[in-house]
């Protein structure tokens, strides 16, 4: 594996402008590592060979000019298949999108298009976006490059996945109720959820509307802040984007990664650990927490009661966003149309449409949300779910009220076996106790490595979460831990494992 | 304890345009039963003192200046539709039989 690859984005940039290496030289290498290992890891659903090339020619080309449109401009980018690019499929992991090309890009795609990233392709995701294992996904799943029998989180493992694997130096994530945060945690990457309404939602294929945010998949807390500012801001096109600038997250990043976490306070979420918690996540987390206090930060213990339920509210408001949401596949304007035998009508289409092109996840989620909605069950479930989130949000604001930031392990064990949580929808959903009180909030998060597990040797996550727009303190107090935890071993024998065919 | 029955899940489905299969509805039935049963723990938790939250983000009507700009041409509004005549989407019959 060339070192080069290695580098994170933030050398990668420092590099071309030094002029030690050029865009088309970095992107051919990815491009090069992507034929090598995804053929194991596939965290790619559509490669852009020759797109990626044309685009770092032209970043090149104004470099040498003394053009560079940003200090990422020349480093590539992986991008989560549920985002809308022109001229690339887009599938968000569903045959009911199979072979569509959006006519149109999402915001953050101009954005990183605009700023000369060469995007190296699409990666691969849970269908829609539901799911923690990315094998729900139509394309078959992605594999945790630290041992291929086992999941790389999701629905975004794809992405997580190409970065863990050094397929990608960067990738865009989506963020509904963990899917940046949890895959991160299980392939040893960093993931940010920006504060809802920060990052456009414009061309972001919409899984629920309320919740759903764009954020950044990276190696290094760094190399997030660089592209969460880039992404971030205001957009006129998602009537739900904030007018608050998004900026101070590199520096913020910079200041941390000096170690001194001196008068900051930081509350450990005492309803995010015990029963249900792996104890090998829980050493790795208290040591996370051991090094905060070494760094000067105070630490204490914080309550928030209603999280505990935050998992029972999220499953009927996700299945009722989403049921409404994914009314559109309708097999009349785009996507996959099955034509039952005889004179069938639009209904008998749409049904048989929808039948063949969702998956059981999807299907089981459009039902749930199609209950929770009904007349008669409406308050019950809905109405009630939503004033759980009333009281999650309380308890957030509560919880800043005594402390700076929040912390808790991202995830309740490390990756688990492909397939052993496929067809227990419950089990499954259990992975996203720790990030879904966020989304619920619309607070930020970010997930960092915390070191790899003493039973099983795969990486553990730990996440900080900050009030709203806050997201600065995130990568203050990440890049601090980041520096105390120093680097996460382990994947620098990705190629060893990946020669013996996962098996190490 | 709440119930979803077999011929709900049925009904939800034809509600919401998926056209199961048997083997399907012998599938998903139980455990849809499973998750609404877990879910349904938070019935009656909060009381009418408690406000509902829609969105995340106390946001009210978003205006723009009335500014025209461009937007797709109808070529690629089309690009993606399963089938197309004289500029506009093809669809099936909507009207049955006995209408």
New interface residues.
């Given amino acids: 594996m060339s070192e080069l690859i290695q580098k994170s984005a933030a050398e990668l940039a420092d590099a071309l402008a030094a002029g030690e290496t050029t865009s088309v030289e970095l992107t051919q290498l990815y491009l090069d590592r992507i034929a090598a290992v995804d053929g194991e890891v596939h965290a790619f659903l559509h490669i852009d060979a020759e797109g990626a090339l044309e685009q770092a020619a032209a970043s090149d080309a104004r470099r040498a000019n003394g053009d560079a449109l940003h200090a990422l401009d020349g480093v590539p980018i992986a991008v989560k298949d549920v985002l809308t690019t022109i001229g690339l499929p887009t599938t968000c992991g569903s045959k009911m999108l199979e072979g569509?090309?959006?006519?149109?890009d999402a915001t953050v795609v101009k954005k990183i298009k605009d700023a000369g990233l060469p995007i190296l392709g699409k990666t691969n995701m849970d269908e829609f976006a539901m799911g923690s294992s990315t094998e729900h996904s139509a394309y078959g799943p992605t594999k945790n490059p630290w041992k291929l029998d086992r999941i790389p989180g999701g629905s975004g493992g794809g992405s997580a996945a190409a970065v863990a694997a050094f397929e990608a130096p960067l990738a865009l994530g989506t963020d509904t109720g963990g899917s940046i945060r949890q895959p991160g945690a299980v392939t040893g990457t960093v993931g940010v959820k920006p504060t809802?309404?920060s990052v456009s939602r414009y061309g972001l294929v919409a899984l629920a509307n309320?919740?759903d945010q764009v954020g950044p998949v990276t190696r290094t807390v760094l190399d997030s802040a660089l592209l969460h500012e880039l992404i971030g801001g205001h957009d006129?096109l998602d009537?739900?984007s904030?007018t608050t600038p998004v900026t101070g997250l590199v520096d913020a990043a910079r200041a941390g990664a000096t170690g001194d976490l001196k008068g900051v306070k930081v509350g450990v979420i005492k309803e995010l650990a015990g029963e249900g918690w792996a104890p090998d996540v829980m050493a790795k987390f208290n040591e996370s927490v051991d090094l905060l206090t070494k760094l000067g930060a105070d630490v204490v213990e914080v309550s928030t009661p209603s999280f505990e339920?935050a998992?029972?509210?999220y499953?009927?408001i996700l299945p009722a966003e989403c049921?409404s949401n994914l009314?559109k596949f309708?097999?009349?304007?785009?996507?996959?149309?099955v034509?039952p035998d005889g004179?069938?009508?639009?209904?008998?289409?749409?049904?048989?449409s929808?039948?063949a092109g969702?998956g059981?996840e999807v299907?089981?989620r459009?039902?749930?949300g199609?209950?929770a909605l009904?007349s008669g069950y409406y308050d019950?479930?809905y109405?009630?779910?939503?004033?759980?989130?009333?009281?999650i949000?309380e308890d957030f604001k509560k919880a800043f009220e005594q402390v700076d930031v929040l912390v808790s392990p991202t995830s309740p064990s490390t990756a688990f076996k492909l397939g052993a949580k496929l067809?227990d929808?419950?089990a499954m959903?259990m992975q996203d106790l720790a990030t879904i009180p966020a989304n619920?909030?619309?607070t930020p998060g970010i997930s960092i490595p915390a070191g790899v597990s003493d039973q099983d040797g795969l990486p553990v996550g730990v996440q900080l979460l900050a009030p709203?727009l806050e997201d600065a303190r995130l990568y203050r107090v990440g890049a601090a831990l980041e520096a105390a935890i120093g680097p996460v071993l382990g994947l620098d024998k990705l190629d060893d494992r990946l020669a013996a065919g996962g098996a190490a | 304890m709440p119930e979803i029955t077999r011929d709900e899940v049925a009904h939800l489905a034809d509600l919401a345009r998926i056209d199961l299969s048997d083997a399907e509805l012998d599938h998903l039935a139980p455990q849809l039963q499973v998750i609404l049963e877990s879910v349904a723990s938070i019935q009656g938790l909060a009381g009418d003192d408690v406000p509902a939250t829609s969105h995340p983000l106390p946001l009210t009507n978003v205006f723009r200046e009335d500014i025209v700009t461009p937007s797709l041409t109808p070529e690629q509004a089309l690009s993606g539709a399963p089938s197309v005549e004289e500029q506009r989407f093809a669809v099936p019959r909507i009207l049955g039989d006995e209408q």
């Avoid at chain 1, 004179?343 to 048989?352: C, L």
């Fill in positions: 569509w090309v959006p006519p149109y809802y309404g309320s919740l006129p009537s739900t904030t339920h998992m029972a509210a499953y009927l049921s009314a309708d097999a009349m304007r785009y996507g996959l149309r034509t004179d069938p009508s639009a209904e008998d289409v749409m049904k048989a929808r039948d969702f059981d299907k089981r459009i039902i749930l199609t209950y009904s019950a479930y109405g009630q779910a939503q004033k759980i989130r009333t009281l949000i067809d929808p419950l959903y619920l909030a619309g709203v």
